[in-house]
């Protein structure tokens, strides 16, 4: 018997073992990882430009490590997050509900809460290894090497990655839970997930030109999190949005994709 209060992993461990049979989502993985590398030879080498050092000239501010440098990684990096939940995503709700499985899941002691739980664990620890931790370790690595003065002044930084990439990976989780809930070929959940986000994007344009208003851009995935990540890390976002307009609308889209695993992830079904 598995303990109450880790038995929503059984779910992930099953289904990595489905999701790495394929050599394509192994390879996609290891290559998310290349980006990370080239920044850490990147501080290395930045932190080491003995040529401006010796000539007692300041390094050059495009050269230097701060929170535009982060940003691009989280930009980066949240791409390849958004591409590797396109491909896993639609795997994840769509075969129970093909098959008829629920009812065998909640006939054991599995809640709902654990079922849903654990299906986002899946995407959770995946998006980890390719987002918040290597930006944990670039973080690492740059205070190393500039000393603990920089990291004292720039400890924002850190909780920039932490809290910018989770909200991201969870984002992404509902989204793709949702889609997967409420559409059963995999093939058009993998592409609603890919769509929603220039969807949301042409409504929000359409809405801020029709009614001469910037609101329209709460509803744009992509303007709301680049939203939070420039607040959090002090950079101009220049969107038309407030961080706080865009945590209401980050907030919205989490609560709308939970109701609609909500209506679907149920213990029995009515077949009319």
């Given at each position: 018997?598995?303990?109450?209060?880790?038995?929503?992993?059984?779910?992930?461990?099953?289904?990595?073992?489905?999701?790495?049979?394929?050599r394509f989502?192994?390879g996609?993985?290891?290559?998310?990882?290349?980006?990370?590398?080239?920044?850490?030879a990147?501080?290395?080498?930045?932190?080491?430009?003995t040529?401006?050092?010796?000539?007692?000239?300041?390094t050059?501010?495009?050269?230097?490590?701060?929170?535009?440098?982060?940003?691009?990684?989280?930009?980066?990096?949240?791409?390849?997050?958004?591409?590797?939940?396109?491909?896993?995503?639609?795997?994840?709700?769509?075969?129970?509900?093909?098959?008829?499985?629920?009812?065998?899941?909640?006939?054991?002691?599995?809640?709902?809460t654990?079922?849903?739980?654990?299906?986002v664990?899946?995407?959770?620890?995946l998006l980890?290894?390719i987002?918040?931790?290597?930006?944990?370790l670039?973080?690492?690595l740059?205070?190393?090497?500039?000393?603990?003065?920089?990291?004292?002044?720039?400890?924002?930084?850190?909780?920039?990655?932490?809290?910018?990439h989770?909200t991201?990976i969870?984002?992404?989780?509902?989204?793709s839970?949702?889609?997967?809930?409420w559409?059963?070929?995999?093939?058009?959940?993998?592409?609603?997930?890919?769509g929603?986000?220039?969807?949301?994007a042409?409504?929000?344009?359409?809405?801020?030109?029709?009614?001469r208003?910037?609101?329209?851009?709460?509803?744009d995935i992509?303007?709301?999190m680049?939203?939070?990540?420039?607040?959090?890390?002090g950079?101009?976002?220049?969107?038309?949005?407030?961080?706080?307009?865009?945590?209401?609308?980050?907030?919205?889209?989490c609560?709308i994709c939970?109701?609609?695993?909500?209506?679907?992830?149920?213990?029995k079904?009515?077949?009319?």
């Amino acid at each position: 018997m598995t303990p109450a209060r880790t038995r929503f992993l059984v779910l992930p461990r099953f289904s990595y073992e489905r999701i790495f049979k394929g050599r394509f989502l192994t390879g996609f993985l290891v290559a998310c990882l290349f980006f990370p590398l080239g920044c850490i030879a990147y501080i290395y080498l930045i932190n080491n430009l003995t040529v401006f050092q010796s000539m007692g000239l300041p390094t050059p501010s495009f050269l230097q490590i701060d929170s535009k440098f982060f940003l691009v990684f989280m930009n980066f990096q949240g791409a390849l997050a958004y591409i590797l939940t396109a491909l896993i995503g639609p795997n994840l709700i769509a075969p129970d509900l093909a098959n008829n499985a629920l009812p065998t899941y909640f006939s054991r002691p599995f809640s709902r809460t654990e079922y849903v739980v654990g299906k986002v664990s899946v995407l959770f620890i995946l998006l980890s290894i390719i987002t918040w931790i290597p930006g944990v370790l670039l973080f690492g690595l740059q205070v190393s090497q500039a000393g603990m003065d920089w990291g004292s002044h720039n400890w924002f930084i850190l909780r920039a990655i932490l809290l910018g990439h989770i909200t991201w990976i969870l984002l992404l989780s509902f989204l793709s839970v949702a889609m997967s809930a409420w559409v059963k070929w995999k093939v058009v959940a993998g592409a609603l997930i890919l769509g929603i986000f220039g969807i949301g994007a042409g409504l929000a344009q359409i809405i801020n030109v029709i009614l001469r208003t910037d609101y329209g851009s709460m509803i744009d995935i992509s303007r709301i999190m680049y939203t939070i990540w420039s607040s959090q890390l002090g950079v101009e976002a220049n969107t038309g949005l407030e961080p706080f307009e865009a945590w209401v609308g980050y907030i919205a889209v989490c609560i709308i994709c939970l109701l609609m695993v909500e209506r679907k992830i149920r213990p029995k079904e009515i077949v009319r």
